[in-house]
């Protein structure tokens, strides 16, 4: 422990806040070694590491306790010991300099302890660092993001009104009592728009009973608590920032640009995207707090298309702006008075942001705006539904959101709704042309363990015959059936995918997902294709070349195998491309047009292989002249 606070070998040194995790740890490692005969660090080799980690798992509580709180107890006993162990490692020379034997070889195998914590777990119900189902993330990320749109302006609106109405109410004298009479009844009579699409407006004031119409203020109070919510939703499930991070952003306005003060933007390499990022602190990875910025979105240049997160930040912005002074300066605030200040508060009157109290406004918000209530008791994974049902999502936990997002930037779900699954694309199309996670290794292993676990699904699907699978790549898929089902024998769903995820990244079969298909470049580099159209394949490629990477290029690549996921890309590019076509034979063009006819071609022939029916189309021939 000395040592990791003045002499670390690796890394920073050691936080006198941690102190008692690495003191902990200390306890459980020494008392296994005690337990096992081993009297010195020097025993510790890898064998040994591998023996403590079978240890650790067989420490689970006995059946009948929570879950949730059995899988916490077991991944924080697991965890400290094990860094421990690491530590000891990276220590080794320290500890030799000072005459104390030290391990001979890495522990783990190679693997960080926080990833073989998480294997000990063995439970994805856990949510320490587990990412939300999808049945339940996609649900509450659309839900925020409908509610900065229309019912934010709404609510905006809204609470202009009742900030006008109230100060013409001082202005002329009026009592206290009598000014909030006539604010409540703006409220009562303010009417929510419609949003397009749906038949009705999106909220109703609740009727109150007779004598109790200060109600409608509190309705607008707790609906203004549900839009910073709402913000706060977006930012961290769109763009991977943690809560503590967002509570560092400052308010204020560009002049300029008219946005926030904090959203910078650029053109991307290319010069064909303009990103948007957020300037903050960055607190917990480093020894002092540091100016950081985070990739917000992206656009086409000349786009008229806001990014999620930037209007989540804009309307932000708008809401707390009122309550700021010199003490409070954040770009999200507290609110006084059981958030009564967001309606009526003056400047001065908000607070610094509370991290337990953003936390709680996100379970509230999901409890009021998000149905969980058909949720089945598990998904396909045998991931566990029924506690978000049960709850109606108050068993959320803010720091899924952060691997919840690497999951979506690594592969987009076919069930977003169009908004959401946009922002996702232009995103991780801008975090590959900009070289964005280089610098971020924590955010680059929560991606390459999103990668590990879709990976393994698709093994997992592809073995069992769930789905059929097409592409060059699918004859290796049926190669290592066998494995799979060796690997996967005798396991239940979650054990199976959590064996296969280790077993995708021990054999270099983690995948790129892309919206034609799933590249496996890991598995051999130089038979990629795309590489080999831009001059740089070789060997040490792990990631495709996207720059030369086309859905024709991909489609004829040894790397390339498509399943159902990707079943609307190609029923969609055989509509545009044979509508093109037909449309070339009636008016004698043909010639003009085989591009299109090929590419229709080989997606009718890729929607076979995927036993999906071919989309039967009319051309209207006046409309496409």
């Not at 050691?14 to 020494?30: E, H, Q």
């Not at 509190?218 to 991070?245: C, K, P």
């Not at 029924?386 to 069930?415: E, I, M, N, P």
């Not at 990477?549 to 690549?557: K, L, Q, V």
């Amino acid at each position: 422990m000395w040592s990791l606070l003045s002499d670390p070998r690796e890394g920073k040194a050691l936080k006198p806040g941690t102190i008692s995790d690495v003191a902990f740890g200390i306890r459980d490692l020494c008392a296994w070694m005690v337990e096992t005969h081993r009297h010195s660090f020097s025993d510790l080799d890898g064998d040994a590491s591998e023996e403590f980690v079978e240890y650790l798992g067989s420490q689970r509580a006995p059946e009948g306790g929570d879950e949730s709180d059995e899988g916490q107890m077991l991944y924080y006993k697991a965890l400290r010991p094990l860094k421990v162990w690491v530590h000891l490692w990276n220590q080794a020379d320290a500890l030799r300099d000072a005459g104390i034997p030290a391990p001979p070889e890495a522990p783990l195998s190679g693997q960080s302890a926080r990833r073989r914590a998480l294997q000990i777990t063995g439970d994805p119900n856990y949510a320490g660092f587990q990412p939300l189902p999808d049945e339940v993330a996609l649900p509450i990320m659309e839900a925020a993001q409908r509610f900065i749109g229309v019912p934010a302006e709404d609510l905006l609106r809204l609470r202009n009104a009742c900030r006008t109405e109230h100060a013409r109410c001082v202005r002329v004298g009026l009592l206290p009592l009598a000014a909030r009479k006539m604010v409540n009844r703006v409220a009562k009579e303010f009417e929510f728009s419609v949003i397009p699409g749906d038949r009705e407006s999106w909220f109703v004031m609740p009727k109150q009973r007779e004598g109790r119409d200060f109600g409608y203020l509190f309705v607008v109070n707790r609906l203004l608590s549900d839009l910073r919510a709402a913000g706060v939703i977006v930012l961290q499930s769109h763009t991977g920032m943690r809560i503590n991070e967002i509570c560092g952003i400052l308010g204020g306005t560009n002049d300029d640009t008219g946005l926030p003060a904090c959203i910078s933007s650029r053109r991307s390499k290319t010069g064909l995207n303009e990103l948007f990022y957020v300037n903050g602190t960055l607190a917990k990875t480093v020894e002092t707090p540091v100016a950081e910025e985070w990739l917000l979105g992206s656009r086409p240049v000349g786009s008229a298309s806001v990014p999620p997160p930037v209007r989540a930040i804009s309307v932000l912005e708008r809401l707390c702006a009122p309550l700021r002074d010199a003490n409070v300066t954040t770009l999200i605030v507290g609110a006084a008075n059981g958030g009564g200040s967001f309606t009526l508060g003056a400047e001065g009157d908000g607070m610094l942001p509370s991290v337990p109290a953003l936390r709680r406004t996100q379970r509230d918000f999901v409890e009021k705006h998000v149905d969980l209530s058909g949720l089945p008791d598990a998904n396909q994974w045998q991931e566990n539904l029924a506690g978000y049902r049960d709850s109606r999502g108050t068993c959320l936990k803010t720091h899924q959101w952060r691997s919840t997002f690497a999951s979506y930037v690594v592969g987009v779900d076919r069930r977003m709704t169009a908004a959401v699954a946009q922002h996702f694309r232009h995103l991780s199309l801008a975090m590959t042309e900009q070289g964005y996670i280089r610098n971020r290794p924590e955010l680059r292993e929560e991606l390459d363990a999103a990668r590990a676990q879709k990976t393994a699904k698709f093994f997992w699907s592809a073995a069992r015959g769930d789905a059929p699978t097409t592409g060059e790549f699918s004859y290796v898929v049926d190669e290592h059936r066998g494995e799979v089902e060796a690997v996967t024998e005798g396991k239940s769903v979650r054990e199976a995918i959590g064996a296969l995820a280790t077993w995708c990244t021990e054999n270099d079969l983690r995948l790129w997902f892309s919206a034609p298909g799933k590249c496996f470049i890991e598995h051999s580099p130089p038979d990629a294709l795309c590489h080999k159209v831009a001059g740089t394949s070789r060997w040490t490629n792990h990631e495709p070349n996207y720059a030369a990477s086309d859905p024709n290029t991909c489609a004829s690549c040894k790397c390339f195998a498509v399943d159902g996921e990707h079943v609307e890309f190609w029923r969609n590019r055989y509509v545009e491309n044979q509508k093109a076509w037909k449309w070339a034979v009636a008016s004698g063009c043909e010639r003009d047009f085989r591009v299109a006819k090929a590419r229709a071609d080989q997606s009718a022939a890729i929607l076979q292989r995927l036993q999906e029916p071919i989309p039967t189309l009319e051309i209207d021939h006046a409309t496409t002249a």
